[in-house]
């Protein structure tokens, strides 16, 4: 209200009356305060506006209706578009369209709520290519309260992006070697384990029953063994073994193949396997599966219980022939066949097919001894004949007769045991057979004497050694038999064992060289990553120098952490020279020089004194400063932390001339 008085006084002056007018003026004094608002906002967004444009990152506006109403000038040269381009909705055109639902949804949830908001997005630069970017909006709000709509800042992250997607790729790439590695591990491991089964016993039945147990749980929830064999001129397959942690389904198996043996007219299973000698492996077995062959209600009800899931089916076979078929089964574990598994079951069935035709072998040449027997009794001509197939046998063969001396050695045993026929025939088996335990060197029990003793099958120990007639020592393995007449009696012992040795000897090499590779993988990234450090440091202490020229005493200490930069950095090309396979980088120098440098480093500052002891006439050697220095290093520094309270430290040096050698030196000079 604006108000207007007027005073009127009567003849003597005194105030007869007053006369007022009023006028409202609410709504003239509200638009001039729009007035000067509205002109502190334009200069307010004409400072904003300026101070944008000038921002060297992407920065946006948008008003209440949810539209672009502002982009600065980093924006646009960014996306390479006009004003008119990019605002309303326009800016979304630029948005990767792998990216732009949930880029639209982020933005309008945000605007929604009225809260602030974060996300990364893809958006087109001028040249058509996509780069990373991180959008930050901030809800705006008049001084009223009312709601503006959203000021927001982006940022170029696609370097960071990539970087971190490489590191991802690594560490998968990493992960992947690892696991392929222990799988590695795992395969070979099998392998060795099923080997040494495979080597306990010339009964090829119970040598593959035992595989067949080997194989559950590891590699199968349940595993089986067929064999062919010949009836009334036909092949027929009988189930030797199958194998389950629960007995009833390993008795419900048995009594599947009972029932419903193979199909020789199906197009899989162990009779294609006979046919083409090629593998088989179903990675999945459904109901649709089942369902597809011709299978009666009852067979198929066993098939169920028995919860099917992947199979593997791989011929064994030796010299070309197919004898029969391993199968392993994933039931009730719920793990699928891979194809790494299938290679791991060929390369075991391919070990027991050598391990059953030696057992055949070495059967045919009982057959061969019972049938001479029964064609004659003399055991001279008997022991004549045998000898013919023993010495077509690869491996090394003794027999001998009911008191354990030599009857026969194949050319084989000749070779292994240094003994020919005709010196070790009537010899005590022990003088010819002479074993020992590889690590104990204790003499090893006879196996013919365990043999008689026991009228069993034996195999040799591990670590079993055989030293020759001269001296030579081989590592064996294999096993001893009965040898019986016709009525069962035993007559003798057949021996029959083959020189490991190479074998085993690969076989720790094998090891050693993935040890080391592993080892070198590690050694090779901590120096990499360490070496990596140590340039920063170096560069630090040169900036460092550059600054304190004026303190000499800075400088000092500076460069003595210079040379230790060097010293670690010496220790870092160690371990790459490690990793790498490589041999040491050895000079010929002096050491005293190494000696004194690396002593004073390590005690400097301490309370432990040193002092040398080292020869004037002093050989020059070769030698690899940055390991010597690290042995030098590690020395002082223990002597140092065992004296606390001080002391002194005495380093002394001189020339040595081994005369003979000394383990681990040859003879020859030394300091």
Request: glycine share 8%.
């Amino acid at each position: 209200m604006q108000a207007h008085g007027e005073v009127i006084l009567n003849a003597k002056g005194e105030v007869e009356r007053m006369i007022g007018t009023g006028q409202d003026i609410t709504e003239q004094m509200r638009l001039e305060r729009i007035a000067r608002e509205a002109e502190a906002v334009r200069k307010s967004e004409e400072h904003f506006r300026a101070l944008a444009d000038s921002a060297p990152v992407l920065i946006w506006m948008s008003d209440a209706s949810k539209g672009v109403t502002y982009l600065n000038r980093s924006w646009l040269d960014f996306t390479g578009r006009s004003v008119e381009q990019e605002c309303g909705a326009g800016w979304s055109e630029g948005v990767h369209p792998d990216d732009l639902d949930e880029c639209l949804a982020t933005y309008h949830g945000a605007f929604d709520a009225r809260r602030e908001f974060r996300m990364e997005y893809r958006l087109r630069r001028y040249d058509g290519a996509y780069r990373w970017v991180f959008d930050h909006g901030i809800p705006r709000y008049a001084a009223t309260g009312e709601f503006l709509g959203y000021l927001g800042s982006c940022i170029d992250i696609h370097d960071r992006k990539q970087a971190e997607e490489e590191r991802a790729r690594l560490l998968a790439a990493e992960q992947a070697a690892r696991l392929e590695s222990e799988a590695v591990r795992k395969h070979l491991s099998f392998l060795v384990e099923a080997s040494a089964v495979l080597s306990q016993s010339l009964d090829y039945e119970a040598t593959l029953a035992n595989v067949a147990r080997l194989c559950v749980p590891s590699l199968a929830d349940w595993a089986a063994i067929d064999m062919v064999e010949e009836r009334d001129g036909a092949q027929q397959l009988r189930r030797v073994k199958v194998v389950h942690s629960d007995p009833a389904k390993e008795r419900l198996a048995f009594e599947l193949h009972r029932r419903y043996p193979p199909d020789p007219t199906q197009p899989v299973g162990a009779w294609q396997i006979l046919r083409t000698g090629a593998p088989e492996r179903i990675e999945t077995i459904g109901d649709e599966l089942l369902a597809g062959a011709a299978y009666d209600a009852e067979h198929l009800r066993i098939l169920r219980d028995l919860q099917l899931r992947s199979y593997i089916g791989v011929p064994l076979a030796s010299r070309g022939r197919v004898f029969g078929v391993l199968t392993l089964v994933m039931a009730e574990s719920g793990r699928n066949y891979s194809e790494a598994d299938l290679v791991l079951a060929r390369d075991l069935a391919q070990r027991c097919g050598i391990a059953v035709d030696k057992a055949l072998l070495f059967h045919a040449a009982q057959t061969e001894i019972a049938e001479r027997q029964r064609a004659e009794e003399a055991l001279a001509n008997e022991t004549e004949r045998l000898a013919v197939t023993l010495y077509s046998i690869g491996d090394g063969v003794i027999t001998t007769d009911i008191e354990g001396k030599v009857v026969l050695l194949n050319h084989i045993a000749e070779e292994l045991t240094g003994w020919m026929q005709d010196q070790a025939v009537g010899q005590p088996v022990d003088k010819v057979f002479n074993i020992v335990n590889e690590k104990t060197r204790e003499v090893c029990e006879s196996p013919v004497a365990r043999v008689l003793a026991s009228g069993e099958i034996v195999g040799l120990a591990n670590h079993t050694a055989l030293i020759a007639k001269n001296g030579r020592e081989r590592a064996i393995a294999d096993s001893g038999a009965p040898i019986r007449d016709k009525r069962g009696r035993i007559i003798g012992v057949v021996l029959v064992f083959r020189d490991v040795t190479e074998q085993q000897r690969m076989e720790q090499e094998l090891t050693k060289a993935r040890n080391l590779e592993a080892i070198g993988l590690l050694a090779g990234g901590i120096a990499h990553d360490f070496n990596n450090i140590l340039t920063a440091i170096l560069g630090n202490i040169a900036l460092a120098k550059m600054y304190g020229e004026s303190n000499e005493k800075i400088n000092e200490v500076l460069s003595e952490a210079e040379q230790a930069f060097w010293r670690a950095r010496a220790l870092t090309q160690q371990l790459l020279t490690f990793a790498k396979g490589g041999a040491p980088i050895k000079r010929t120098a002096s050491i005293r020089e190494l000696l004194v440098d690396t002593t004073s480093f390590v005690l400097r500052g301490s309370t432990v004194r040193y002092e040398f002891d080292i020869a004037e006439d002093l050989w020059p050697a070769d030698f690899d400063a940055g390991q010597i220095s690290q042995v030098i290093n590690n020395l002082v520094l223990n002597s140092k932390q065992a004296m606390p309270d001080g002391g002194i430290v005495t380093l002394r040096a001189r020339n040595v001339n081994l005369e003979a050698a000394q383990i681990p030196l040859r003879a020859g000079p030394y300091i």
